[in-house]
């Protein structure tokens, strides 16, 4: 059975500062690896997607993850956050055969000035 | 260009009724998949439909079925509604061949089961 773990639940940071979500995962294949954002008032859209090649992908506004197979760990990153980053982020990851994305909790991201 | 939009935003139900709700997915797009998020957690995958036939399902009942029309749109019924049944329901659109795990979500509909 496939499950992602987020590991922080609520963040707080300033303006500026760097940002690290964890997210593990276990499965017993080959996954894709997916991390989506829903802005406050804002439906759900993708940040970045890892399916093979460079562990390290870039997404938008600034966001990379880094794919570490031997720690099942996907985890996102940013070097200086902005208040307008706050928003919801979902870790997800899709079994090579099947089409669902598994999601995990979130965490929410509030950025203060 | 259209994104996904689904109807209607929000209702209320009551326990043992039955609810649809109705999707039309991104222009281009011809799969729809449909998630339950409830306060709190992150998506959890009901199934998905492609060429009006459900491709894969989730850990979802009987209770919860579904349905793809020649157009692409999409309905999920939820059958004999239990509280908690109440959540937000997400349905979300990719294009066959590049169904990357791309997908492009909805705002969704706000279920409250009374």
């Known amino acids: 059975a496939q499950s992602v773990s987020q590991h922080n639940h609520h963040v707080i940071l300033s303006e500026a500062a760097s940002l690290e979500l964890g997210c593990n995962y276990s499965y017993g294949g080959t996954v894709n690896l997916f991390w989506y954002v829903q802005y406050p008032g804002q439906h759900l859209q993708l940040l970045l997607k890892y399916f093979s090649g460079d562990p390290l992908v870039k997404g938008i506004k600034g966001f990379e993850a880094e794919f570490i197979k031997s720690k099942f760990s996907f985890n996102l990153r940013k070097p200086s956050v902005q208040w307008s980053d706050t928003a919801e982020y979902f870790c997800a990851i899709q079994g090579y055969s099947g089409y669902a994305l598994n999601f995990g909790k979130g965490t929410s991201l509030l950025v203060t000035p | 260009d259209a994104g996904v939009t689904q109807s209607p935003t929000h209702l209320i139900k009551t326990r043992g009724q039955q609810v649809t709700l109705r999707c039309s997915p991104k222009s281009g797009h011809d799969t729809v998949s449909w998630y339950q998020q409830a306060l709190g957690q992150g998506p959890q995958f009901i199934f998905q439909?492609?060429?009006?036939?459900?491709?894969q399902r989730g850990n979802f009942p009987d209770r919860f079925s579904g349905h793809q029309f020649p157009n692409y749109s999409s309905e999920l019924n939820v059958n004999a509604l239990l509280l908690g049944d109440s959540a937000l329901y997400l349905c979300?659109?990719?294009?066959?061949?590049?169904?990357?795990?791309?997908?492009?979500f909805g705002e969704g509909s706000r279920l409250t089961v009374l």
């Open positions: 439909y492609y060429e009006e036939e459900e491709r």
């Open positions: 979300a659109s990719s294009a066959v061949g590049r169904d990357t795990g791309e997908l492009f």
